[in-house]
């Protein structure tokens, strides 16, 4: 029995989207099996008392409105379901959807160990050791023989007489997003947290860049010049194409393609990697696996995917998108899990808000900024 697709079905039903057949079969499964009832029976009581929980705090803002607005901004299907039935943009997983499980952290043990004084500046260090702040929109500034161009949060530049080939670094501090399009045409998406060096022109046999943290990358095609991005630990070897990479956790490096081909490799390992699939790289060795493009490449469209995530998972997330350290203080809070999304387009307050208003869940900040779960 697949009850992934229960729940589905069963949110289908709720919304009033299902299909005759749809339904049809999700009344056979319900009938034949008991847990595919028992989680059916679950996700419709939780309806209706998140329903009463949040319609305090949607009282000016209707579902529809809600969920208009989530269309417009992505295509997260499974997300969206939960929104429209929770009327809120997060939903607790309650009653036999709890994972309960021993949690080793200590009670007071902070999850995020820097600071709040967040820099919020988009700082590009030249190769000649030029720092220019990319913050505010800024063009024709002139470094060397080349022309920057810094506006709708991308940096462009035209180098077509620049002769050198060194490497200048670009850093996007937590709580921002930033566009680079390189010299050959490449478009790079970098989140939060993220620092990508690179040159100016591509002059050798091979266009190379380095990548701390996660980018998106629509690669240039050029057969002739091969595309390479180090990682920690890891090298890409791209043709044309598309794809995502993710070395926040420095335990792993997390390559997903969208389109085209690339090739990872470690000291011990190579693969070829195809469309659709991720490869997770760790001192273990490669695993590949299928990926959800909702989940993976959700924070191009400033939206945070988590399922059966706990808060002391959406840590580094909060600290990474606000800049906010955050400290559990109830080791009961820190093993619940929850389903959901966090929307950098709105204030963190926001997902705090609906947090407590779906099942409870209170916070404080300190007279340091640090953000407790109670």
């Known amino acids: 029995m697949d009850y992934e697709k229960i729940r589905e079905l069963t949110f289908d039903e709720l919304l009033g989207t299902i299909s005759d057949e749809e339904k049809a079969l999700l009344y056979n499964a319900i009938e034949a099996d008991s847990q595919a009832r028992s989680i059916w029976e679950s996700i419709h009581g939780d309806?209706?008392?998140?329903?009463?929980?949040?319609?305090?705090?949607?009282?000016q803002h209707p579902v529809e409105e809600v969920l208009t607005n989530l269309h417009q901004r992505s295509r997260l299907r499974y997300i969206r379901k939960a929104c429209s039935i929770a009327a809120a943009c997060l939903l607790a997983i309650?009653?036999?959807?709890?994972?309960?499980?021993?949690?080793?952290?200590?009670?007071?043990?902070?999850?995020?160990?820097?600071?709040?004084?967040?820099?919020?500046?988009?700082?590009?260090?030249?190769?000649?050791?030029?720092?220019?702040?990319?913050?505010?929109?800024?063009?024709?500034?002139?470094?060397?023989?080349?022309?920057?161009?810094?506006?709708?949060?991308?940096?462009?530049?035209?180098?077509?007489?620049?002769?050198?080939?060194?490497?200048?670094?670009?850093?996007?501090?937590?709580?921002?997003?930033?566009?680079?399009?390189?010299?050959?045409?490449?478009?790079?998406?970098?989140?939060?947290?993220?620092?990508?060096?690179f040159p100016f022109s591509f002059n050798g046999s091979k266009r190379e860049v380095t990548v701390n943290g996660e980018a998106y990358f629509q690669i240039a095609a050029k057969a002739d010049q091969p595309f390479i991005v180090h990682l920690p630990g890891n090298t890409i070897s791209v043709l044309g194409t598309a794809f995502n990479i993710?070395?926040?956790?420095?335990?792993?490096?997390?390559?997903?393609?969208?389109?085209?081909?690339?090739?990872?490799?470690?000291?011990?390992q190579n693969e070829i990697l195809k469309?659709?699939?991720?490869?997770?790289?760790?001192?273990?060795?490669?695993?590949?696996?299928?990926?959800?493009?909702?989940?993976?490449?959700s924070w191009r469209t400033g939206v945070y995917t988590f399922e059966n995530a706990s808060l002391q998972e959406l840590a580094p997330v909060i600290l990474r998108w606000y800049g906010i350290t955050v400290m559990m203080d109830n080791q009961r809070v820190s093993s619940r899990r929850f389903f959901g999304i966090i929307d950098r387009n709105q204030p963190l307050q926001a997902f705090l808000h609906n947090l407590e208003a779906a099942d409870g869940v209170k916070s404080h900040y300190d007279q340091n900024g640090i953000l407790h779960f109670e």
């Open 246 to 268: 993710n070395t926040y956790d420095s335990g792993s490096i997390k390559v997903a393609l969208v389109e085209g081909a690339v090739k990872v490799a470690s000291s011990r």
């Open 47 to 59: 309806r209706s008392r998140l329903l009463a929980d949040a319609s305090e705090s949607f009282a």
């Open 275 to 297: 469309p659709g699939f991720e490869i997770t790289s760790s001192h273990t060795g490669m695993t590949t696996a299928a990926f959800d493009p909702d989940k993976v490449l």
């Open 94 to 197: 309650t009653g036999s959807w709890y994972l309960l499980r021993h949690n080793t952290t200590n009670e007071h043990q902070p999850v995020a160990a820097l600071g709040n004084n967040m820099d919020s500046t988009i700082r590009l260090v030249t190769a000649d050791g030029k720092t220019i702040d990319l913050s505010a929109d800024s063009s024709g500034i002139q470094i060397g023989h080349t022309v920057l161009n810094n506006t709708h949060q991308t940096l462009s530049f035209d180098a077509r007489h620049q002769t050198g080939s060194g490497m200048n670094t670009l850093t996007v501090p937590r709580g921002k997003d930033y566009n680079l399009l390189l010299a050959d045409g490449t478009q790079v998406q970098l989140n939060a947290g993220t620092t990508i060096s």
